[in-house]
């Protein structure tokens, strides 16, 4: 038990995020659970509008205005990098612009976006990005003589400038920009779609946080500058042990990278699992119609795409009982509409909130 | 997908089926201000542009032996505390200031005329051409030399709120239809501009760079001293008119031009092209259509400028010139020390050349919210 | 304007024998002038499209990929004329423009802005973009009927005719008086699939049609198409850069590369057998949805070559692993090295290349 909750970074718990607009409220998070372990990669997928991204910003604290978090909690376990002590912080309770949230973000907990860019900003060159990011968070341990004894204290100054252009043009070179001497240079108009993905990753490493929040990374991109950068990303994970939460909508590219997935739909965790158990042995119907829906490159049939009949329902008249009866296929009358299913565990590791998985009374 | 934009997209699903005009109209009917400064609006031109006759309690040449007079006060109350439900001036008399050695007028407690609606006056011709003699307030015309003057007269004896009400016509109009031939002219070689490219938008852009290089003033001086001083007073109007709509189309055409540039890659235009409409069919149904708001925003707020405008040239003497009374021609005649040092009451058009700017802009940023009807909030 | 009156361009085309085509393009061109300074001097040109061949069969769907700024886009709307083209032929075999009724080959990128016209009755496009291909001032009916009106067919039954289709492609009656913006993007997708469809065109062209649609939408979308393809006999060029959707969807399957085809065949073939190294190394670098998957990826170093500065000789080499010498001096050809298979490749013959 010990040991769990030592190697746990993140764990949001019951999450809840609403949106007060002029209709009414949305609910766009309700009732999110997640487990993020240091240096594991938790894939996040679902549809346009099921919470995906908001979850990644509540993590961040920051939730765009009118939106606001409601309910739940979101640990983390937050080490001390000196002494190595652990310390729990709820994220939900700090002051968003506070000093601590600050150093988290972007310090402790890095993020890229799905469009490089607008991330950028286009009077910054791609170092000047790069030494912001570091000046701001990277701090150089320094040794120093004591009197008394012959010891060596460890210390943390900021770093100077031409360290941070030595940082830039090393982690350029990491995320595989070719001649980062010159490209440290460059504005982000000079740039190609992929290298400013890269940069952006670039920036988001540089501060060597423990966490990385990928939110559509690839989306934008080509396939060929896909894969490329899925193996920078790959790569710096093993050389850096770094947590990863891949936020897409592609199952192709969670299936190469997470190691457990999360399925989302309407604002709540709808199954999550380990990556081979979700693909093989889905048991929420949701995730089974997703994952039947999808063409498969290298199999092609004469047969009609399986669908998930009608549409994500309209979030100010959310249906009763389980959200996703009014297009499920194993829809159970007078059950299914009526009671709100609960997290259950199915297996081991493998959670469904689904009644066909749970003993109720009706 | 950011997290913002997606409860709005939701939203927009469970309103009624509404044209997009109709979602402007109910979000501009909930901006207060807009509202209140679009209903000053209305107000100012239906009682100075249509029935100016009628609101003025005098003619506008009609004169008085009341000479730089100053404004009587509406009272209820009189000298010896008596209340009347009905509102009453004291007459004017007149006396020599000893110290001054000019003449000024009092107000006399003796003498009151009470102030009756809908009393006969001056007859006028409404709407020019129905022949009336109603005024919507005045004095018993039956007492020999009752006068009615609650903004004073100036030195010519003529009632000065009425003049103010038969300039606002000249004033407010001028504006209006300014703004309208700006608009058309503005959008037309805009849209033709953007739509086609090429040389003819090298033409249009370039002239309209060399009209926005003039300095404003010594291009309206020197287009209004062409006008010839024989001229009706009518033709004199009409042409300072176009004088402003064509100083000022500039700034519209490249603003319609740049929204066209990025319509015209739309794909809905895309669409349309792919499906034989011809090229009028697109810049009619698909593309000003999709600049119209945008238009009657910026003409709104700019309408104010061309009031100002107008103000300015009478002032400097080079618009209107009297017999026409606007509402610069009323400044001019205030422009002296004289007139501000002894008959201030000629200051009132201020205050009226304000409220009209003011509620076009209020009336514009309201309009500018409730064109983006598909955005927040 | 009377259709019997216009004569169709008499052309000097020979259809190839083998096949009931529709469409034959043949070395198509479209460069787009780069204009610098103020007097708009032509300093180069942007080849989007650089001498491209290929056809269409009857009742049959092309795929056509490539990555960003490979010309696909561009070919889809040159074909139809919303780009002048700048060289090359376009066959098409029209009804309209025949004075008997019986279909006949004429050659688009030739006709005139009155025959265009009428030809375009027959060819219909759908667009990417569910929330810019329609437009927000127009009502669905009005979106729906615009063709019908553009070329005079608007009649009294024609509402029906619209209601029907909206019901054809899963929309109801009574969403005929709404606008674009009260829909979800699938639903939106649906009236502009309803707009393509309502001059019974032959041909139709997707441009990207479910690439902004999510992944449950975009399995009823393409079901939908499938299904309106056997209903009205139609032709699909499927714009797209998702290759599993293209080998779902197509037929037959045309890679293109900075401007140039690099390989057609049929979708199984191509999927299973290139003949083409750069076919090879897309096709590895999808993402497969399947984590027990061995991935054998080609990556692809750096990036598309610029098509206003395009590299020497075939315009892969840079980035091909097998490239040789001549790979950077000559531009490949594109043949038919096996039947119905063609390749623009100088080492096509002696590769054996990995399929999915």
């Known amino acids: 038990m010990e040991s769990i909750s030592k190697d746990l970074f993140i764990e949001v718990k019951d999450l809840h995020v609403e949106f007060d607009v002029r209709a009414g409220i949305v609910k766009a998070v309700d009732g999110m659970f997640l487990e993020i372990r240091r240096g594991q990669t938790v894939g996040v997928i679902g549809e346009s509008g099921c919470g995906k991204s908001v979850t990644a910003r509540a993590i961040m604290n920051m939730i765009p205005k009118p939106g606001k978090i409601t309910g739940g909690e979101i640990l983390y376990h937050r080490r001390n990098r000196e002494t190595g002590e652990v310390q729990t912080i709820d994220i939900t309770k700090l002051d968003p612009d506070g000093e601590i949230i600050r150093q988290i973000r972007g310090g402790e907990i890095g993020m890229i976006f799905q469009e490089p860019m607008s991330s950028l900003t286009p009077v910054y060159t791609a170092g000047q990005h790069i030494y912001e990011a570091v000046s701001l968070h990277r701090l150089i341990p320094v040794k120093k003589l004591g009197d008394q004894m012959v010891e060596t204290i460890v210390a943390h100054r900021k770093v100077t400038k031409e360290e941070a252009r030595e940082i830039a043009v090393e982690m350029l070179r990491k995320v595989g920009i070719p001649k980062p001497e010159q490209r440290v240079d460059s504005y982000p108009h000079q740039l190609s779609g992929g290298q400013r993905q890269r940069v952006m990753i670039a920036i988001a490493l540089s501060c060597q946080p423990e966490m990385l929040i990928a939110d559509e990374p690839t989306t934008a991109l080509d396939v060929s500058i896909e894969a490329q950068i899925l193996d920078v990303m790959r790569d710096l994970q093993n050389t850096v042990n770094m947590a990863i939460m891949f936020i897409t909508h592609n199952l192709g590219v969670v299936a190469e990278m997470a190691e457990e997935i999360v399925v989302m739909y309407m604002g709540k965790q709808v199954e999550r699992a380990r990556v081979v158990d979700l693909f093989y042995k889905p048991k929420h119907p949701y995730t089974q119609a997703l994952l039947r829906s999808i063409p498969r490159i290298g199999k092609k049939s004469d047969v009609r795409l399986a669908t998930i009949e009608g549409m994500v329902p309209d979030p100010f008249h959310l249906p009763t009982g389980c959200v996703f009866h009014p297009r499920c296929p194993m829809f159970m009358p007078g059950k299914c509409d009526k009671i709100e299913p609960s997290n259950i565990q199915v297996d081991d590791h493998h959670w469904a909130r689904c009644l066909l998985y749970e003993e109720v009374k009706v | ?377 | 304007m009377s259709e019997a009156a216009t004569v169709a361009t008499p052309s000097t085309y020979n259809p190839p024998k083998d096949g009931n085509l529709l469409l034959d393009v043949r070395g198509l061109k479209k460069y787009f002038p780069i204009q610098k300074g103020l007097l708009r001097r032509v300093v180069g040109y942007v080849k989007a499209v650089d001498d491209v061949t290929f056809f269409v069969r009857e009742g049959e769907t092309l795929g056509l990929v490539g990555e960003s700024g490979c010309g696909k886009t561009t070919a889809g709307r040159t074909i139809i004329r919303l780009y002048e083209p700048t060289g090359g032929e376009v066959y098409f075999k029209s009804r309209v423009l025949s004075p008997s009724g019986e279909p006949q080959w004429v050659n688009m990128a030739a006709l005139d802005r009155a025959q265009m016209k009428l030809v375009r009755q027959e060819i219909a496009m759908i667009f990417q973009d569910p929330i810019n291909s329609l437009n927000p001032r127009m009502s669905v009916g009005d979106i729906v009927a615009e063709p019908m009106v553009i070329h005079g067919k608007y009649g009294p039954d024609s509402e029906q005719v619209i209601i029907s289709l909206l019901e054809r492609v899963g929309l109801r009656a009574d969403h005929l008086r709404r606008y674009p913006h009260e829909f979800s993007g699938g639903q939106r997708q649906r009236i502009g699939i309803a707009r393509a469809l309502s001059m019974n065109p032959r041909l139709v062209i997707c441009d990207e049609p479910v690439s902004a649609l999510d992944v449950s939408i975009q399995a009823q979308t393409l079901n939908l198409l499938q299904d309106l393809q056997k209903d009205f006999n139609l032709s699909y060029i499927f714009v797209a850069h998702d290759l599993s959707v293209v080998q779902h969807i197509s037929d037959r399957v045309a890679v293109m590369y900075v401007g140039k085809m690099v390989e057609m065949a049929d979708a199984e073939e191509l999927y299973t057998a290139p003949l083409h190294p750069y076919t090879e190394a897309l096709m590895s670098a999808v993402p497969k949805p399947d984590p027990l998957y061995k991935s054998e990826r080609i990556i692809m170093q750096g990036d598309v070559a610029d098509p206003s500065n395009p590299p020497s000789g075939c315009y892969f080499h840079p980035r091909c692993r097998y490239a040789v010498d001549i790979c950077k001096t000559k531009t490949p050809e594109f043949r038919e090295l096996k039947p119905d298979h063609y390749v623009a490749c100088h080492r096509a013959e002696e590769l054996k290349l990995r399929g999915v």
């Open chain 2, 1 to 377: 997908m950011t997290a913002a934009t997606l409860p709005t997209k939701k939203s927009q699903a469970r309103q009624v089926s509404q044209s997009y005009w109709s979602l402007v109209w109910w979000k501009f009917k909930k901006n207060r201000i807009a509202v209140i400064g679009g209903i000053i609006l209305i107000l100012m031109y239906f009682c100075m542009a249509v029935i100016p006759e009628f609101i003025a309690p005098y003619a506008l040449e009609r004169k008085s032996s009341f000479t730089e007079a100053r404004p009587q006060t509406i009272r209820f109350i009189d000298a010896q505390g008596n209340f009347s439900l009905r509102p009453f001036v004291y007459g004017l008399e007149r006396k020599i200031d000893e110290q001054l050695r000019r003449r000024t007028y009092v107000e006399n407690p003796q003498v009151k005329y009470y102030i009756y609606f809908f009393v006969k006056g001056d007859p006028y011709k409404l709407l020019g051409f129905i022949p009336w003699d109603r005024h919507l307030f005045g004095v018993d015309p039956s007492i020999k030399d009752a006068h009615i003057y609650i903004m004073g007269t100036d030195s010519n004896g003529r009632d000065f709120f009425s003049r103010i009400i038969y300039g606002g016509r000249l004033s407010l109009l001028i504006g209006l239809i300014g703004q309208l031939l700006t608009i058309i002219l503005g959008s037309i070689l805009g849209a033709i501009s953007g739509y086609y490219g090429g040389a003819i938008d090298m033409f249009v852009q370039r002239f309209t760079e060399f009209l926005n290089a003039f300095p404003d003033i010594p291009l309206f001086m020197a287009l209004a001293a062409a006008i010839p001083k024989y001229w009706s007073p009518i033709t004199v109007y009409f042409m300072l008119t176009l004088i402003l709509a064509f100083v000022r189309w500039g700034g519209l055409a490249r603003q319609v031009r740049g929204l066209i540039l990025s319509l015209r890659e739309r794909e809905y235009v895309l669409a349309a092209k792919s499906a034989g409409a011809s090229d009028s069919r697109i810049m009619f149904r698909h593309l000003l259509p999709g600049t119209m708001s945008h238009v009657i925003v910026i003409a709104t707020l700019s309408i104010p400028g061309m009031i100002l405008s107008e103000t300015a040239l009478s002032w400097l003497g080079l618009g209107l010139r009297p017999p026409l009374t606007s509402w610069g021609v009323l400044l001019q005649e205030a422009g002296t020390v004289y007139a501000i040092r002894f008959a201030a009451w000629q200051l009132w058009t201020i205050p009226f050349i304000l409220a009209t700017i003011m509620a076009y802009n209020m009336l514009g940023d309201g309009l500018r919210d409730a064109m983006d009807p598909y955005s927040a909030r």
